[in-house]
């Protein structure tokens, strides 16, 4: 089966804008999940899509914001961008058989950097 | 919200030693989850153990839940095992991983 895919896998945006970032899940996965990492924050949970209907989020601004289509694909966008926003974003698919989190399949991410 | 630490911070190893990474959590959990993110951002999941020992060629986990602690033991350690190691928990009734800071590990040829 074909891994986890995010487009594009690098981006450079100046404060202010908008940006949307796409991720694919594994064939047959049903939950997507989307991080922020930082160096000074680490790994931080966004939000997690499950049958195009958001299940959970994190503590982030209403800035950052995802969808969650019929085939599973997931976009999330941040809009009015801050330097603060410079992060690699990670996509995560599982199957979610039952309430709890399931085994995280990553993709290889996405660069954003706000200037 | 839970805490999970992560022990020793970096760890450089020469090829061939063994090593044994720490992961203790604040609370209850669902499940526990380790990670390795190789040098070209790329995360790889290693085991999902909420409890008890799993092992999977060179690597192994033990999870003592009661307690609140999971161990991640590499052993015969390769230059391709360096990266940095994530626990990450899903607290009970909770549903979303808190990853730790991560083990930042070096192996030396």
């Known amino acids: 089966k074909a891994g986890v895919t995010q487009t594009p896998r690098y981006l450079i945006k100046t404060r202010g804008q908008q940006v949307t970032l796409s991720c694919s899940p594994i064939?047959?996965?049903?939950?997507v999940s989307w991080y922020q990492q930082t160096p000074g924050q680490g790994l931080q949970f966004l939000f997690e899509?499950?049958?195009?209907?958001?299940?959970n989020k994190g503590n982030f601004p209403g800035r950052f914001s995802g969808r969650q289509f019929s085939n599973s694909r997931s976009e999330m966008n941040v809009s009015t961008l801050e330097l603060g926003d410079s992060a690699l974003y990670l996509c995560?698919?599982?199957?979610?058989?039952?309430?709890?989190?399931?085994?995280?399949?990553f993709g290889p991410g996405t660069r954003l950097t706000v200037l | 919200g839970i805490q999970v630490e992560q022990s020793p911070p970096d760890l450089i190893l020469q090829e061939g030693a063994n090593s044994t990474l720490r992961c203790n959590f604040s609370?209850?959990?669902?499940?526990l989850q380790w990670f390795h993110q190789n040098p070209w951002g790329q995360l790889i999941n290693l085991f999902y153990?909420?409890?008890g020992t799993k092992q999977n060629g060179r690597l192994s986990a033990t999870t003592v839940a009661t307690e609140r602690y999971s161990l991640l033991y590499i052993s015969s350690s390769q230059t391709t095992d360096s990266g940095v190691y994530f626990c990450?928990?899903?607290?009970?009734?909770?549903?979303?991983?808190?990853f730790g800071a991560g083990t930042t590990v070096t192996v030396r040829a």
């Open positions: 609370d209850s959990v669902n499940n």
């Open positions: 995560a698919s599982s199957l979610l058989t039952g309430g709890s989190t399931d085994t995280q399949y």
């Open positions: 153990i909420p409890s």
């Open positions: 064939s047959g996965h049903r939950s």
């Open positions: 990450a928990v899903e607290r009970k009734n909770d549903y979303k991983l808190s």
């Open positions: 899509y499950f049958s195009e209907t958001q299940r």
